[in-house]
């Protein structure tokens, strides 16, 4: 099996940075062969979940337009770990940011080979107040 997980969420005044973490690791035997696309994700109170920013295994970029400029996606392949730098924070910032994979493939010591599909963490709270 593998998780996501995030860190680095909070409570952050409007002008304010926060750097999210999401890192993946295989649990119990398994362990990680490889990452496609990790990506952060935002869901606003009453709002759909909404595209961020995406990085691809080979290190390309994208970012919704609300957040060009502002906010920064980078990995580190080592680590396995994808981090989204957020800087200049709106108040419009506030929501669950969730890290997702889009594709991981994992070899486990018993039982094998195992790729997961569109992974999902469970989400890091990012507050901006005014």
């Known amino acids: 099996q593998v998780q996501l997980v995030e860190s680095g969420g909070g409570l952050v005044q409007a002008g304010g940075s926060l750097r999210l973490s999401c890192a993946a690791s295989?649990?119990?035997?398994?362990?990680?062969?490889?990452?496609?696309?990790m990506a952060w994700y935002r869901q606003a109170l009453g709002k759909p979940r909404e595209l961020v920013a995406s990085i691809t295994s080979g290190g390309s970029t994208n970012y919704a337009d609300s957040v060009k400029g502002r906010f920064t996606i980078s990995k580190d392949n080592d680590k396995k770990t994808a981090y989204l730098q957020m800087n200049s924070l709106k108040p419009e910032d506030t929501a669950v940011y969730y890290c997702?994979?889009?594709?991981?493939?994992?070899?486990?010591?018993?039982?094998?080979?195992?790729?997961?599909?569109?992974?999902w963490g469970q989400g890091t709270q990012v507050t901006v107040s005014s």
């Open positions: 997702n994979a889009d594709r991981i493939l994992t070899t486990d010591r018993v039982m094998g080979a195992k790729e997961f599909v569109d992974y």
């Open positions: 295989g649990i119990i035997l398994s362990s990680i062969v490889s990452i496609n696309t």
